[in-house]
Structure formats: structure tokens, C-alpha cells
């Protein structure tokens, strides 16, 4: 069974950074996208950035575009997401998705994900 287990979330001043990790069970997923999307409270999920299997192609959304950074280590089945000078929209559960398809800001698009670390920034 496919396990995706982020960590890293915590709080934090606006300004700040943050590293969030995602861990993968199964290192088939080395062939997979790997996505984070984020969800704050009363709104939908929305996608944050995704990458290709072999970090060669990557895709951020508009909102974290040259703040945010998506990285993946095959080697050890994970994918980072760097935050930077983060701010307090930024807020949310961030989730670690990953899914056959090319990098795609569609929920849909992912066929396994994990359960999610908070982000919260103060202002």
C-alpha cells in the first residue's frame, strides 16, 4: 500500500521559511509526479507546484512562484517543498500528492496522498 507522510510544518513569522518534506513507502513512486497542494480552513485545495519524475520539469502556481521551491531525492523517495519569505496567506495543510500523469494542477490528476502538515504564519 502507498504511504506519502509529509513532515516540517510549524509556525512561523511572516518573512520566514520553512522546508516541508514528504516521505513515499513504495519506490516505484520514483517514476511518479510528485505534487504539494495546499488547503486553508474554509477554502478548496488548491495546487501549489509539481515535478516530474526525474526533477527535470517543474510547475509552480502563480501565488508562490520565486518563493517556493519543489525538489525530489529518488534516492531516498521523497520530494521537498522549500518555503520562503512566507507570508500569511500562505496559511494552510499542505498535502503531498503524487500520480502517474505529467505535472498537473488538477486534484484529480493524483492518485495517492498523504495526510498533510501545517503551515501557519504570523503577521
Known amino acids: 500500500q502507498v504511504q506519502l507522510v509529509e513532515s516540517g510544518g510549524g509556525l512561523v513569522q511572516a518573512g520566514g521559511s520553512l522546508r516541508l518534506s514528504c516521505a513515499a513507502s513504495v519506490r516505484a513512486l520514483i517514476v511518479y509526479t510528485m505534487a504539494w497542494f495546499r488547503q486553508a480552513p474554509g477554502k478548496e485545495r488548491e495546487f501549489v507546484t509539481a515535478?516530474?519524475?526525474?526533477?527535470?520539469?517543474?510547475v509552480y502556481a502563480d501565488s508562490v512562484k520565486g518563493r517556493f521551491t519543489i525538489s525530489r531525492d529518488n534516492a531516498k523517495n521523497a520530494v521537498y517543498l522549500q518555503l520562503n519569505s512566507l507570508k500569511p496567506e500562505d496559511t494552510a495543510a499542505y498535502y503531498c500528492a503524487t500520480g502517474r500523469s505529467g505535472p498537473s494542477s488538477r486534484r484529480s490528476s493524483y492518485d495517492y496522498w498523504g495526510q498533510g502538515t501545517q503551515v501557519t504564519v504570523s503577521s
Open positions: 515535478v516530474v519524475w526525474n526533477g527535470g520539469y517543474t
